[in-house]
């Protein structure tokens, strides 16, 4: 991936916010003015959010910039979207921290114009307190997949897993495993089912491929087995090959289509 995808889009955003800090936090933007005029003139950061807040306002630069975004996501590459909070910001949300609500809420708005598949949030807690009554807190990163990484995301209503490359089995792995956790926790908790559906890329024959996607499939239920989940709780099906997300003529396309999709029910 050419390096000045991502540092033109940092610098972009940085220019914006800091035109937004200065204008309107310190009001110094373009000489002295009168409170009412800085309020009215003041330049917007492209995105910005409520203190204590998760509802994205975006000014005409914040949609070009998703739009810009958009368009530079190539086949083999994800979008990260970063939500930044501060310790001081109050979470009313049902995400774990403001940042990851603020992360989501950008991930909706880009959905329409990128594959979901392509989009990965994440959160990052910024250093100092919060200034004013809006932030801007996000930032965006396009990077190209990485084959050897396992990766648990949201899709909709669904929990995604991708194998690292090779992994054809559950084998031990921290950031699966800690999501499988919880998921246990929950299910023991509230009595609830889990439909899970492996998936492959179509290398070998369908046959083969629909019993892959079975095995996996059935070595994530072990798992949530011998962590308590009830036998009837839990569902397992295959999609095999018939259900790509991506292309199967690259590496990283066939690690997206090698997946585990989780739904509770």
């Known amino acids: ?13 940085s220019f914006f916010a800091a035109r937004y800090y200065v204008c309107h936090i310190k009001q110094v933007c373009g000489g002295r003015r009168s409170h009412v005029e800085a309020t009215i003139r003041q330049p917007a950061a492209p995105i910005t959010f409520p203190l204590s807040g998760a509802e994205p306002m975006l000014t005409d630069a914040g949609h070009h910039l998703l739009d810009s975004l958009s368009a530079q996501v190539g086949e083999g590459q994800i979008l990260e979207i970063t939500g930044h909070y501060y310790a001081d910001e109050d979470n ?3 995400y774990a921290d403001l940042g ?12 329409d114009m990128v594959d979901p598949h392509k989009l990965r949030v994440r959160s990052a807690m910024q250093d100092g307190q ?4 809006t932030v801007g807190a996000v930032s965006f990163r396009i990077k190209d997949v990485d084959i050897h990484q396992a990766e648990v995301f949201s899709l909709g209503d669904r929990k995604v897993i991708l194998f690292p490359y090779g992994a054809a089995d559950k084998a031990p792995n921290p ?6 956790d919880k998921l246990a926790e929950e299910l023991i908790r509230t009595g609830r089912k889990v439909i899970i559906t492996g998936h492959t890329d179509n290398i070998g024959s ?3 491929n629909k019993l892959m996607g079975l095995r996996r499939a059935k070595n994530i239920r072990d798992y949530l087995r011998k962590k308590g989940v009830p036998r009837k709780s839990i569902i397992t ?3 095999g090959e018939t259900e790509p997300v991506a292309t199967n003529d690259t590496p990283a396309g066939r690690h997206q289509n090698r997946r585990v999709e989780i739904e509770i029910q």
Do not use: C, N
């Open 1 to 13: 991936m050419k390096v000045w995808i991502p540092v033109s889009l940092f610098v972009i955003y």
């Open 92 to 94: 009313p949300t049902e």
């Open 100 to 111: 990851l609500a603020r992360a989501e809420q950008i991930k909706a708005l880009l959905s």
């Open 130 to 133: 919060a200034e004013g009554d």
């Open 175 to 180: 950031v699966i495993d800690s999501y499988l």
């Open 206 to 208: 369908a046959h083969k």
């Open 237 to 239: 099906r295959s999609k």
